[in-house]
Structure formats: structure tokens, C-alpha cells
């Protein structure tokens, strides 16, 4: 290994992809970041009454689930091959 960044990413991402794919996207791209993004901004929609904005179970259940299926895809055909990748190229490093 180069340095400890590299082996800190890899014990990080030996631990994550045991999730699998899906599951990783499910938690990282709904929960911790489609989700908390999607409730923050409809606050701030409200709280600074943008446009001709009104809060309603409808808008906000199908934002909701808008926003958790871009965040599930987004993190399992990206943010997923891209750790994999950075994963499989230090470890072809550290191996030489």
C-alpha cells in the first residue's frame, strides 16, 4: 500500500460491498442521501414559502418516492462500480 488513505478505503470497501449492491444503494442512496435531501429541501421550500408552494401527502409521498428511486439507481450504477473500481485498483496495486 502507498499510503494509509489507501488502506483506510480498503478496509472501508472490504466491509461495504458485503452489503451487495442493492442493499448498499438502498442505505447510502436512499436513506442517507435521497431521503435527508429530498425532506431538506421541501423545508426549505416551506419555510421560505418558494413559488406557489403547499405541502400535501400526495406531493410529498410521490417526491418521496421520485427522489428514492434517483438516489437507489444513482448509488447502485455509479457511486457502486465507481468504490469497486478504486477497490480493484489498489488492491492490483498492493499486490505487486
Request: net charge positive.
Amino acid at each position: 500500500m502507498s499510503n494509509s488513505t489507501d488502506e483506510k478505503f480498503i478496509a472501508y470497501w472490504s466491509e461495504k460491498r458485503k452489503l451487495g449492491k442493492n442493499k448498499y444503494a438502498l442505505l447510502h442512496g436512499v436513506v442517507y442521501f435521497a431521503m435527508p435531501a429530498f425532506i431538506c429541501s421541501e423545508l426549505v421550500k416551506n419555510i421560505f414559502h418558494i413559488g406557489n408552494y403547499e405541502i400535501s401527502i400526495a406531493r410529498f409521498t410521490i417526491g418521496l418516492i421520485v427522489w428514492s428511486l434517483l438516489g437507489f439507481y444513482l448509488f447502485r450504477l455509479f457511486q457502486w462500480r465507481t468504490q469497486e473500481n478504486r477497490f480493484n485498483q489498489l488492491q492490483k496495486k498492493g499486490g505487486q
